[in-house]
């Protein structure tokens, strides 16, 4: 619903093709090179993949969001920072930027040790709300930047986990209210 209204007021949005259009997929994702798989139905970021370059990552996360609804969309990937702003009767009240989980490496723990003394501590912040999946979605990511869960991260080095942003798959949220224009 959001893509059509920004669409029919003549915004950029992202090309969208059906999941179970495989020729309708595989053109979109040979034009733009980039994609992003996602459930149409669904919250807390449950089935999306995001950055797939290859038609064997995109038909794999397609498997993947259909674990949570039927119906799933292949869409352009388009870069950038999740922004959310909160407007009421017409006013800004509130920003905030949505930023993918990291970890930092301490020189002694594996990837998979970082994220589950991570998840232990979120997950007990918010009663079992924000945890980091260890699942295949944070494998690929991890592994395209040349690590695996196994790895062991230099001090103080910063690794992204996942490629989405969403709270309750450990994303983490900044108030930037004060810096709109």
Same mark, same amino acid.
């Given at each position: ?6 669409? #029919?007021?003549?915004? %950029?949005?992202? &090309? ?9 997929? *595989? ?79 301490? #020189?002694?723990?594996?990837? &998979? ?13 918010? #009663? ?36 989405? %942003?969403?709270? *309750?798959? #450990? ?9 709109? *224009?």
């Amino acid at each position: 619903v959001t893509l059509k209204l920004l669409a #029919g007021e003549g915004l %950029a949005v992202p &090309r969208q093709a059906d999941a179970d259009d495989e020729a309708g997929w *595989h053109a979109l994702l040979a034009e733009v090179g980039t994609v992003v798989v996602k459930p149409v139905e669904g919250e807390q970021g449950k089935g999306i993949s995001v950055d797939l370059r290859s038609a064997e990552d995109v038909r794999a996360a397609i498997e993947r969001a259909r674990q949570f609804c039927d119906r799933v969309l292949v869409e352009q990937f388009c870069k950038g920072e999740d922004l959310r702003i909160v407007v009421i009767d017409h006013q800004v009240v509130a920003a905030a930027v949505r930023r993918p989980p990291e970890v930092v490496g301490d #020189g002694r723990s594996t990837v &998979r040790e970082l994220i589950e003394r991570q998840s232990r501590r979120r997950a007990a912040a918010t #009663g079992g709300e924000s945890r980091i999946p260890l699942d295949a979605e944070a494998a690929r990511c991890i592994a395209a930047q040349g690590h695996d869960l196994d790895s062991v991260l230099l001090p103080d080095c910063r690794l992204q986990v996942r490629n989405t %942003a969403n709270l *309750h798959t #450990g994303g983490t949220i900044h108030d930037v209210t004060a810096e709109l *224009h």
